[in-house]
C-alpha cells in the first residue's frame, strides 16, 4: 500500500473497508502502535483521489471502545435502501472482544 500512517497504526495497518463517494476514497482501517497493542487495534480513517494516495485524517485512530481500548473489523454492507449495516469487533470494559453490528 505505501501510505503514510503513522502514531496509532505506526506498527501495522490493516485497510477494513473501504467505500467510493464520488471522485474520492473513504477507506477505514485497523492499526496499532506498538506490538503491546496486538488485539487491541484502534479503527481510523483515510481518504485520497485513488487507493494509491491515502492519507489519514488521524494520527491517533477516530474509533475505540468507549472505554478507550479496542475497535477493529469494520465491515460496512449497504443494503440498497440508503442505510448500511456496520459490523466491528470492540473491545469490552472486562477485556473480552464481542461483536457488534449498528443500521445506519
Same mark, same amino acid.
Given at each position: 500500500?505505501?501510505? !503514510?500512517?503513522?502514531?496509532?497504526?505506526?506498527?501495522?495497518?490493516?485497510?477494513?473497508?473501504?467505500?467510493?463517494?464520488?471522485?474520492?476514497?473513504?477507506?477505514?482501517? %485497523?492499526? *496499532?502502535?506498538?506490538?503491546?497493542?496486538?488485539?487491541?487495534? *484502534?479503527?481510523?480513517?483515510?481518504? &485520497?483521489?485513488? !487507493?494509491?494516495?491515502?492519507?489519514?485524517?488521524?494520527?491517533?485512530?477516530?474509533? &475505540?471502545? !468507549? %472505554? &478507550?481500548? &479496542?475497535?477493529?473489523?469494520?465491515?460496512?454492507? %449497504?443494503?440498497? %435502501?440508503?442505510?448500511? *449495516?456496520?459490523?466491528?469487533?470492540?473491545?469490552?470494559?472486562?477485556?473480552?472482544?464481542?461483536?457488534?453490528?449498528?443500521?445506519?
Amino acid at each position: 500500500m505505501g501510505f !503514510p500512517f503513522s502514531g496509532v497504526s505506526a506498527r501495522g495497518v490493516r485497510i477494513a473497508a473501504v467505500r467510493m463517494n464520488g471522485e474520492s476514497v473513504l477507506a477505514y482501517y %485497523d492499526g *496499532r502502535a506498538s506490538a503491546a497493542q496486538n488485539y487491541e487495534e *484502534r479503527t481510523g480513517i483515510a481518504v &485520497g483521489r485513488n !487507493p494509491a494516495e491515502l492519507e489519514a485524517v488521524s494520527s491517533s485512530g477516530v474509533a &475505540g471502545s !468507549p %472505554d &478507550g481500548r &479496542g475497535l477493529r473489523y469494520l465491515d460496512i454492507v %449497504d443494503l440498497g %435502501d440508503c442505510r448500511e *449495516r456496520w459490523y466491528y469487533e470492540v473491545t469490552r470494559a472486562d477485556g473480552a472482544h464481542e461483536l457488534r453490528t449498528e443500521l445506519r
